[in-house]
């Protein structure tokens, strides 16, 4: 075989012919994606994939009267316009609620989420554990309705069951929205857990009881709601809270009699079980108390028929440990400094703020019918009374450096701050001429008082960490 030589005439460049050498590179270049391209593709890859078969799964030809496929060529204009009021709506962050002809057949739907979830990344134990994990570390600590080791002795099983799914989903979807890591995905599983609880309210098969999961999956939507859609989607959702919350009875856990008869045979003496039955009604409770004080509306669930006694501390709630409870009225009524749970300290200063809010409506129906009642100043000053022992034995029971480790303590400082300014509020708009010019004044100055100590409290939080206190000052 000849052998061939870029000097040969013919084979030679010009820089050879020249009598210039040629320098060769003996480094390689490198090869391949940079480090980390990989990864990131992949991410984007299954975002995608998510995202094909949301629209494939929501595609409403698939479900469109076939004789309506006569008309789609002549619709090309109101397709181009439909996509610019979708873009619309993205663009003011609403996200498009499921449709009733999404439901073909609930059984079969719910069914096919329980074994086999649409969202199959989810199925990684990695990322099941980081969710689980995400969720304790940010979301427990502001909505404490769930005790770990319970919550893991099923989660951890290779069948969940539907209502139980629907919780878990819920989790996880509030759990994203406090991290920016899966903020990619987080609406698509918000979305697709509102449709499954919606399609469990539409299941007909079943006995007819009402699980303590739908309860606190709905109670975890609408906190989602109120921190990423809007304020009336979550009252709508939050309504559906009390219902389920009233059809549970929770708020007779702990009636000594029952005279209608109603016993539950799924807790017995299960004491976390019935304790978890309690959170959950409180924290349905201080919902309604804490949206009705910000918009001003009715409340909802009714304090005088309470039976259920306040929420334990929370080290022993984890840890299993049985303890006497405390019932609400006896906490408001006691002039004593006991030490209640950053829970139950919440509850009662939600209850004191939603009775200033009745005084309030109340003095409006009244000046409305022209017949202002004589008591307006014994319940102002009554609410006072209340409010300003209530608020010498939390600073006594609670200091201040023990307040800013706890978030619900943190936000129960900024409520009742807040619940004095409401009452100087209603002082000015319904009693200020029957009063002296120095009780005016007084009510004043503690009002500006407490602007002044939510400013320096919020200014605080910031301090300490946007998650250690973020979810309720921020949705509500």
């Known amino acids: 075989m000849p052998v061939w030589s870029r000097q040969q005439p013919g084979s030679a460049c010009e820089e050879c012919h020249a009598g210039v050498t040629c320098e060769v590179g003996t480094s390689r270049l490198r090869r391949g994606p940079k480090k980390g391209g990989l990864k990131a593709l992949r991410s984007r890859v299954v975002t995608l994939e998510s995202r094909l078969l949301e629209q494939q799964e929501f595609d409403p030809k698939q479900y469109n009267d076939p004789s309506e496929s006569t008309t789609a060529e002549n619709s090309a204009s109101d397709g181009e316009q439909g996509q610019d009021t979708y873009r619309k709506q993205r663009s003011d962050s609403e996200l498009p609620l499921p449709r009733q002809s999404d439901y073909l057949s609930t059984d079969a739907l719910l069914n096919t989420w329980s074994t086999n979830p649409k969202y199959a990344f989810i199925s990684s134990d990695l990322m099941r554990t980081d969710l689980d994990q995400l969720y304790f570390d940010r979301v427990h600590p502001i909505v404490p309705i769930l005790q770990r080791y319970r919550y893991f002795s099923w989660a951890k099983l290779s069948s969940i069951s539907k209502h139980r799914t629907c919780l878990q989903y819920a989790m996880w979807a509030l759990a994203m929205s406090l991290s920016t ?8 599983l918000y979305a697709e857990t509102r449709q499954m609880l919606e399609a469990l309210d539409l299941c007909d098969n ?67 079980a019935t304790e978890e039955r309690r959170r959950t ?18 409340l909802t669930l009714s304090e005088e028929v309470i039976c259920t006694c306040l929420p334990s501390p929370e080290a022993e709630f984890q840890n299993g440990h049985p303890v006497q409870g405390h019932f609400l009225s006896e906490a408001i009524a006691s002039s004593d400094h006991n030490l209640y749970s950053s829970f139950a300290e919440c509850a009662i200063l939600a209850t004191i703020s939603g009775r200033v809010l009745s005084h309030a409506q109340v003095s409006t129906v009244e000046r409305l019918y022209g017949s202002a009642s004589v008591d307006f100043w014994t319940r102002h000053e ?19 450096a023990l307040t800013f480790n706890d978030p619900m303590l943190l936000f129960s400082s900024i409520m009742v701050q807040t619940t004095i300014i409401y009452l100087c509020k209603i002082m000015e708009l319904f009693g200020i001429e029957e009063k002296d010019r120095a009780t005016v004044t007084a009510y004043q100055d503690r009002a500006f008082l407490a602007a002044s100590e939510i400013a320096r409290l919020s200014k605080e939080q910031g301090h300490i960490g946007y998650f250690k206190a973020n979810l309720l000052p921020s949705s509500l």
């Open 382 to 400: 009554w609410l006072d009374s209340m409010l300003m022992r209530r608020l010498e034995s939390f600073s006594l029971i609670h200091p201040v």
């Open 181 to 188: 890591q899966f903020e990619n995905v987080r609406d698509m």
């Open 281 to 298: 009604f409180w924290a349905a409770y201080c919902l309604d108390r804490f949206i009705s004080v910000r918009n001003r509306w009715p």
């Open 206 to 272: 079943d006995t007819g009881l009402v699980h303590i999961e739908q309860a606190q999956a709905w109670i975890l939507v609408t906190f989602y709601e109120l921190l990423r859609t809007n304020s009336g989607r979550a009252w709508i959702s939050a309504g559906r809270v009390f219902r389920l919350v009233q059809l549970l009875r929770l708020h007779e856990v702990d009636c000594p009699t029952d005279s209608t008869g109603y016993l539950d045979p799924r807790f017995g003496d299960d004491w976390v």
